[in-house]
C-alpha cells in the first residue's frame, strides 16, 4: 500500500468528479492514503473539507509564500483554528519561493517564520516549499528551532548536503516526479543515498508529472511511478519502498491506516 504525502486534491484544476475519480482510482491499485496539503486559506478549507469526507484523506493548512499577501492576523488565527481539528495534521506548505519574484523576500520570510512558530505552538510537523530557496530554508528552519515538531521537505531539490542537514532538524525528504526525470542527477543521487527512515514519495499532483506521463496532468496513483523509480534506484523491491514510505509518512503525520483491521 502507498502514501502519496502531497497531493493538491484541493487544486482548482480538479472539479468534484476528477476527484472522486482520481481517489477511487488511486485506491483500486493500492494507493490508500493521501495527505493534501493548502497552499492559501480557500485551498486550506477545501483540504479541510475533503480530509473530512474520505478516510485515509488528510489536510495540512498553510499560506504558500506566494501568496504571501493573503497572511493577515486573521489568517494565521484561522490556520490555528484548523490546526486543531483531528484531520488536520501539519502545517503547509510553506517555505521560500524564489523563481516566481512575485513576493518580496522580506514578506516571504516573516510569513514563513510566524507559520514556523505556529507549528510549534499546536505542536504539527510543517511540509516545506523550497524553489532556488536552499541556504534561506535550512538557516530560518535552524534559526526557528523548526527541530522541535520537524516535518517535511517536499519535492526535495537540494544536495545531499543539505539533506543531511534537514535530516539532522528531524525532517524527512520527499520525492516527487521530477526524481523519474531523465535528467535529474542530482534528485536520483540524494534519493538513493537518504536513509530509509527519512524516505517519502508524492505526486504534487495536478503539477510535476513523473514519466511516463510526463506533459499530462497528474494524479495520486502515479506515485506508484515514483516509488517505482526509487526502487529501480536502490535496487530494491517495490513492495518494500512502498511499505517503507507509508510506514514512514504515517509516523510524522501521526496517523494509522484506516484500511488495514488489526
Ligand atoms: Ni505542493
Known sequence: MLFDSHCHLNSDQFDEHDVLEMIHTARDQD??????????LASSQRAVELADSWQGLYAAVGI???DAAQATEEAYEQLREWAKLPQVVAIGEIGLDYHWETTP?????????????LAKEVNLPI??????AHGDIVQILREEGAQEVGGIMHCFSGSWEMAKECMNMNFLISFGGPVTFKN???PQEVASKVPLDYLLVETDAPYLTPEPYRGKRNQPLYVRHVAGKIAE???????????ITSDNAERIFRVRNPFVSL
Open 31 to 40: 494507493v490508500v492514503q493521501i495527505l493534501v496539503p493548502g497552499y492559501d
Open 105 to 117: 523576500k522580506e514578506v516571504q520570510f516573516e510569513v514563513f517564520r510566524r507559520q514556523i512558530r
Open 233 to 243: 534506484l536502490r535496487g530494491m523491491e517495490f513492495a518494500e519502498i512502498c511499505k
Open 64 to 66: 504558500h509564500p506566494n
Open 127 to 132: 511540509i516545506i516549499h523550497d524553489r532556488e
Open 184 to 186: 535529474a542527477k542530482r
